[in-house]
């Protein structure tokens, strides 16, 4: 009797779903049958130069540390997909970030040489002090080379010789062929004569008074830098950002005086998915003055103006942080980590962290930078402040990782290169350990997120490349793809299956829906003995054409 | 007629669950579109597959040319930032319930936010006008050299003292330092101090001269001896014979002058001489049960006031360090502290002169990362002149932040104190670390009563903040095997010793 009427049941439910979409709990169509978009115009112009931001160091972390984490929490706001990604679930071109590896081939010497468009400082010299680097802290000097280009010089903290001259070149130049707006880096070496005095070289202090900046003044912060053996002064050059600098963007909300930034900061793919490129690069020190807006000319019609948007000083990736801050834990807790602190607290110190028994290499130029404690998945910047960060998901992780597993060894070689670090064995240590930490993060979300991309369809197939299989995370032999069609009211047409192949790129038999444009949705499960995962590729026909195109890809 | 509508999924759920649990086959692997059992195997020839290292082709192909940066005409066609995600289905602003929620919440938010207010206000004020650094543009020179500073401090017992200071840093052109203050918190509660440091006058040497005032409104005295605290007695106590201890008060007005030395003699072997000129008076305190209601002022010895002379030598052995450049400079993770001391008391007035003499050590040892440290402390102090003698407040005291945690201040004085402190610290991060300890000791009548009965323990936790470089404060709840709570704020670590020179 019970399964009679188990069985009424069932007919009943099997009748409403095939009556009704998405009584298979699939959402109908998603997309539209169109090609995904590459670019968007967020390059309208704006007339006037937005204010410069003024950035309150301690309200930003008093409001971001305990004043907004009880606000979200009583807005009782769901979290977001990111926004800011097109129908492929990739991030379009625009003022924030530029499609490059992955996207088109990158030479070894277009990677070194990066963001850079103009010759070294070093062959135009003498420098023409203007005035000492803006804000406190370590010595640096704002100057002009013997062409009238400005630049920032900086230099490596006393006894941490080439640590944060060579992070920043390395760093800066991932970053850039990851996709971000970098600035033009050269590491430089000078004697103190390479430098002169302008008339009105200044200084000026936090209340922005200038004061005259005089040579005994230049050589008394010059006297604090450490020689390299040749008696020279290595030190990072930093072109000056063309336009009209407006500090960093808001970790939260748009800028309201940019009618082009439409989008939360918070919810931009390309601001949360950096996460794990940062967490790759053990890129801690995110906050605010660590991004820069540029009104800037565009550069087809120098009378069109918008924002640019740009990262700056990575010069304490790496593992410099840890080195130069004397704390280990850099990367594994925030600075004012609340919750491990009292976890410490609880557990008495009897816990091992994960941060414990770390080491810098005794490698000159080289921080505190490993790979056998790293967490891809645990990984913390300094402070618990970039809203995107905190606001990020699986989905902009997995974003971030697929970048980053795109650099070829060599490709990390080269850019190693670039940091100029004096011992060889230094850069191959780097670049170890990069590869390590590339692998471990992409491993790690390609384990979160089903890892198929690249989908491409054809006639009669659809093809698509198994990241996992494809960098060797994963067995072909134990994977195999469940495949079940749907039309776009979400009624199922049928299922089929496939194997994992070699090297990662695999197959399946497509037939579009005879409706309409065949817009069909197929739901990809990936099965491997510790992972099962889905991805919906949405499929139609090019109305063109007539041939098959995937008009959107939605991550389960 | 109405529109045919469709049941949520949430209403046919029920009947799929029962689908899936009915039938078994459901959950199998579909068939194969060629009659394979699964796995199948792959229906279009694979095609030929990229190698890992190999950069993958998105599709589309990108918006940008090789090596150039889009211009606005590049884009101009293209959609606005948040138009670019191709979807035509909408979501919903949330569920119902999530609304209802917000504006539950949103008055308790407010309340939150303004409760917040007034201290973000502070930082905003601060941090916009700099108002730390203007305030150094008024009242210091360029050089930071000079200048005058407000001074506040909050003591559990004599509340909050509030006052100025004048510091120069550099009078002779080697660092030397002089600083004069002065602080009030009432009538009673007064503080003036001048001090003069050798800077680096002097090498391998630092002198050390100050002079100070203090008026101390209720200092507590709770008798002589290792007595239980009483709450009430019929008679006044005589505290030279009876150890009885109660509660009490007095105020103290204490002038002194005082020349210290630091010589460092070898590695790290310290010679430090000292000597102080001191003179106390005592009277009735501004509140609380006065002293002289509960004990005989006669037994009180020097409760009509000392003048007297203290000359000191300690030896100190000095090798507390850090084990690691990772670790706060602030925090001891190895090494030791060996120091021995004797002076002698001249008294001025009537009363013999006595001896002073004791030792302290700490050891710390790191047990692990961090750092933990298992950090040991003993000391001793003991005067020869006997209870008739010796002034009480002169006698060598237990109790409080500094040694015997979980008792009140100076709850125990005698001719001889001893007291053993074992402590387990660990980091909770760069800036706080947190510690267990056990306190043991109490105070004897002479050297040949030292023994192990009846000794006083307590115990607590603390938490510390220090920067890399330099110890911030330290707080800590103490209780002990006899009972009582106690809250301890202290702006010096526990390990730094006491200066007998300057004591209260």
């Known amino acids: ?556 | 007629m109405p529109a045919l509508r469709c049941p949520s999924v949430r209403a046919v759920s029920p009947v799929v669950v029962a689908l899936l649990l009915s039938t078994p086959a459901a959950a199998d692997p579909p068939p194969c579109p060629n009659g394979e059992a699964p796995p199948c195997s792959n229906i279009v020839g694979v095609v030929e597959p990229r190698r890992p290292s190999e950069p993958v082709q998105p599709i589309p192909a990108p918006a940008t040319p090789p090596g150039r940066e889009l211009t606005a005409a590049d884009v101009a066609a293209d959609p606005l930032p948040g138009d670019e995600g191709g979807r035509i289905d909408r979501g919903g602003g949330g569920s119902t319930w999530r609304q209802i929620g917000r504006g539950v919440l949103y008055v308790p938010r407010l309340m939150f936010d303004f409760a917040l207010a007034p201290f973000r206000a502070g930082l905003w004020a601060n941090e916009r006008y700099q108002l730390g650094e203007r305030y150094d543009r008024v009242f210091y020179n360029d050089a930071k050299t000079i200048g005058l500073y407000p001074t506040l401090s909050i003591d559990s017992a004599l509340g909050i003292t509030a006052g100025a200071g004048f510091v120069h840093r550099d009078l002779f052109g080697e660092h030397e330092e002089l600083t004069l203050q002065a602080a009030a918190g009432s009538r009673y509660r007064q503080i003036y101090s001048a001090r003069l440091a050798s800077g680096n006058r002097f090498d391998g040497v630092k002198l050390e001269l100050d002079a100070g005032y203090e008026r101390r409104p209720h200092d507590a005295f709770y008798g002589i001896g290792n007595g239980d605290r009483v709450m009430t007695t019929s008679a006044p106590i005589d505290p030279r014979v009876d150890s009885t201890s109660i509660e009490s008060h007095y105020r103290q007005y204490r002038s002194r002058l005082a020349l210290t030395a630091d010589v460092r003699a070898w590695r790290q072997l310290h010679v430090r001489p000292a000597a102080a000129v001191s003179s106390v008076e005592f009277g009735s305190p501004d509140q609380g049960e006065p002293i002289v209601g509960l004990y005989d002022p006669r037994g009180l010895v020097g409760w009509d006031g000392v003048r007297y002379g203290y000359a000191e030598l300690e030896l100190r052995w000095d090798d507390r360090h850090g084990v690691t450049t990772m670790e706060p400079l602030a925090v001891y993770s190895a090494g030791s502290l060996a120091s021995v001391f004797a002076g002698r008391i001249v008294q001025f007035d009537a009363g013999r002169d006595f001896w002073r003499y004791g030792f302290d050590l700490e050891k710390f040892l790191r047990v692990a990362d961090g750092p933990r440290v298992l950090a040991a402390r003993l000391h001793g102090e003991a005067v020869t002149g006997n209870r008739y003698e010796v002034p009480f407040v002169e006698l060598p005291a237990l109790g409080g932040p500094l040694y015997l945690r979980g008792y009140a201040l100076d709850q125990f004085r005698d001719r001889v104190a001893a007291f053993g402190s074992l402590a387990y610290e660990w980091d909770l991060s760069q800036w706080f670390s947190a510690s267990v300890f056990v306190d043991v000791g109490r105070v004897y009548p002479d050297v040949g009563a030292l023994s192990l009965d009846h000794l006083r323990m307590g115990y607590g936790v603390s938490l510390e903040a220090h920067h890399v470089e330099s110890f911030v404060l330290e707080g800590s709840i103490g209780s002990s095997i006899d009972g009582g709570l106690f809250l301890n704020l202290s702006f010096n670590p526990v390990y730094d010793l006491d200066q007998r020179v300057r004591r209260r």
């Open chain 1, 1 to 556: 009797m019970k399964s009679t009427a188990l069985g009424l049941g069932l007919g009943l439910g099997l009748a409403i779903s095939a009556g009704c979409g998405g009584g298979s709990g699939v959402p109908g169509a998603r997309f539209a049958n169109a090609p995904a978009v590459t670019a968007v115009n967020d390059r309208r112009d704006v007339p006037r130069a937005p204010a410069p931001r003024q950035l309150l160091l301690d309200v930003y972390h008093f409001d971001a540390i305990v004043k907004r984490p009880v606000d979200r929490a009583l807005e009782l706001d769901p979290p977001h997909r990111a926004r800011g990604v097109n129908a492929l679930d990739e991030v379009p071109d625009s003022t924030w970030f530029t499609n490059r590896i992955g996207a088109r081939e990158l030479s070894g010497d277009e990677l070194q040489t990066g963001p850079i468009t103009l010759e070294s400082p070093e062959l135009h010299k003498p420098w023409t002090i203007k005035s000492s680097k803006p804000g406190a802290g370590d010595v640096g000097f704002v100057v002009a080379d013997a062409r009238g280009e400005k630049f920032l010089i900086k230099f490596d903290a006393p006894g941490y010789p080439e640590q944060e001259t060579a992070t920043h070149m390395i760093v800066g130049k991932i970053l850039w062929a990851c996709g971000y707006n970098v600035t033009e880096d050269f590491i430089v070496h000078l004697r103190k004569e390479d430098l002169v005095l302008a008339h009105d070289a200044s200084i000026v202090d936090m209340f922005g008074d200038k004061h005259p900046l005089d040579r005994a003044e230049v050589d008394r912060r010059l006297a604090t830098i450490e020689p390299e053996p040749d008696g020279r002064l290595r030190a990072l050059a930093s072109r000056w950002i063309a336009g009209k600098t407006l500090g960093g963007h808001p970790a939260e909300g748009v800028r309201d005086d940019d009618p082009n930034d439409r989008i939360p900061h918070e919810q931009r793919r390309d601001l949360r998915g950096a996460y794990s490129i940062f967490a790759w690069l053990d890129h801690v020190d995110v906050f605010e003055s660590n991004f820069l807006d540029a009104w800037v000319a565009d550069r087809g019609n120098p009378r069109v103006h918008y924002l640019k948007h740009y990262l700056i000083d990575f010069g304490k990736s790496l593992g410099v942080m840890a080195t130069t801050g004397h704390d280990p834990r850099r990367g594994h807790a925030y600075v004012i980590d609340l919750g491990a602190m009292a976890v410490s607290l609880l557990e008495a110190g009897l816990v091992k962290r994960s941060w414990e028994g770390r080491s810098a290499p005794p490698l000159r130029g080289v921080g505190l930078f490993e790979a056998q404690t790293f967490d891809p998945g645990r990984w913390k910047p300094d402070y618990q402040v970039y809203a995107p960060f905190l606001a990020a998901d699986r989905f902009d992780k997995f974003w971030g990782a697929k970048i980053a597993i795109r650099f070829t060894r060599e490709q990390v070689h080269a850019l190693v290169e670039t940091g100029q670090l004096s011992d060889p064995r230094a850069v191959e240590y780097v670049t170890d350990t990069l590869v390590a930490r590339q692998r471990a993060t992409a491993a790690y979300w390609f384990a979160r997120v089903n890892p198929l991309d690249h989908f491409t369809a054809y006639s009669d197939r659809l093809c698509f490349d198994d990241l996992a299989i494809a960098y060797d995370f994963a067995k072909p032999a134990t994977t195999h793809y469940e495949v079940t069609r749907y039309d776009r009211a979400a009624h199922k047409l049928g299922a089929l299956g496939a194997r994992g192949e070699a090297g990662g790129r695999a197959c399946v038999a497509l037939t579009l829906d005879p409706g309409g444009d065949g817009y069909t949705m197929l739901d990809i499960t990936t099965h491997r003995p510790d992972f099962t995962g889905s991805t919906f590729v949405h499929v139609a026909r090019d109305p063109a054409s007539g041939s098959p195109r995937v008009i959107g890809i939605w991550r389960l």
